[in-house]
């Protein structure tokens, strides 16, 4: 199939088993004892700001974000990113990171923060966070923690204990 058959949109409900199928496929089991599962556990992710990407009618890759705070700081969470394997390496993932990030400058969001591999977000424009500003409910490499700042300044206050934002007083 062309990759000019490719429709990014919002994910909807009804993509909700695809998805698990997809990201069980790419991370496996373990996936449940990472850390920003742990905070995924705390709520549910924003679906205006989680995207699929179609090709017919099969859902071939999904982004998710879900809100989270640090103190009196508020983000969103990018991730998990999968693309089935049949669908890697034609820049899926790519395209699917830079409609969720702009989802979220378009919703006011200050940062985005995501667990992941440098040499592949930083392109997209995310920088490692600055070490001791926000504590994982789970252990992480902090070169793998990574921020994109889409207000300027806004990574200067955050600290503490990243959480989903349900679970905290920020509004």
Same mark, same amino acid.
């Given at each position: 199939?062309? =990759? ?11 993509? =909700?088993? #695809? #998805?698990?199928? $997809? ?6 089991? !373990? ?7 742990? $905070?995924?556990? !705390?709520?549910?992710? /924003? ?9 017919? /009618? ?12 640090? =103190? ?6 990018? !991730? ?11 820049? #899926? ?16 969001? +200050?940062?985005? $923060?995501?667990?992941? /591999?440098? +040499? ?13 500003? #926000? ?5 992480? /490499? ?13 990574? !200067? ?8 934002? =349900? ?5």
């Amino acid at each position: 199939m062309s =990759d000019a058959n490719i429709a990014y949109m919002p994910e909807k409900p009804g993509h =909700d088993p #695809i #998805i698990e199928a $997809i990201n069980a496929e790419a991370f496996g089991p !373990g996936r449940f004892a990472r850390a920003a599962y742990k $905070i995924r556990e !705390g709520g549910l992710h /924003d679906t205006a700001l989680s995207f699929v990407a179609v090709c017919e /009618d099969d859902v071939v890759g999904s982004v998710r974000q879900t809100w989270v705070a640090a =103190d009196l700081s508020k983000a969103l969470l990018l !991730g998990p990113l999968a693309v089935r394997p049949a669908w890697k390496n034609r820049g #899926i993932g790519r395209k699917l990171v830079a409609i969720a990030v702009e989802a979220a400058r378009s919703a006011a969001a +200050p940062m985005v $923060i995501l667990v992941g /591999d440098a +040499p592949y977000y930083q392109p997209l424009g995310f920088e490692p966070m600055p070490q001791g500003k #926000i504590v994982m409910p789970r252990p992480v /490499d902090p070169a793998r923690l990574l921020v994109a700042e889409l207000e300027k300044g806004s990574v !200067g206050p955050l600290s503490g204990e990243l959480v989903h934002a =349900d679970r905290s007083c920020v509004a």
